[in-house]
Nanobody
């Protein structure tokens, strides 16, 4: 079993930056592909970014491309999401998740086997 705990979410003004962390315990996540998802009130959960087990391959949704950066430190068993130029539409609960497919993390939530509880990000205009 892998336990994932997100942190770093808070309220921020538009144009600001945040860095989310996803700390894993119970098992090393070095072989897992990892993803960040978000869900705003009344909206479906959407994929934000994914990263392969070695950090080489990354994917970003069009909504965040050029503003967000996903990274990982396998030695620390942690995945990060650096969010810059935040917009009010980025307001959501952000959750990290682990996919057994380490080389090419998938883009659908159903593929992910472990999930964190989430951290709230609120961006005000």
């Amino acid at each position: 079993q892998v336990q994932l705990v997100e942190s770093g979410g808070r309220s921020v003004q538009a144009g600001g930056s945040l860095r989310l962390s996803c700390a894993a315990s119970g098992r090393a996540i070095a072989s897992y592909g990892m993803g960040w998802f978000r869900q705003a009130p009344g909206k479906e959960r959407e994929l934000v970014a994914t990263i392969s087990w070695n950090g080489v391959s990354q994917y970003y949704s069009d909504a965040v491309k050029g503003r967000f950066t996903i990274s990982r430190d396998n030695a620390k068993n942690t995945v990060y999401l650096q969010m810059n130029s935040l917009k009010p539409e980025d307001t959501a609960v952000y959750r990290c998740a682990a996919d057994f497919n380490g080389g090419s993390p998938r883009r659908t939530p159903d593929a992910y086997v472990y999930w964190g509880q989430g951290t709230q990000v609120t961006v005000s205009s």
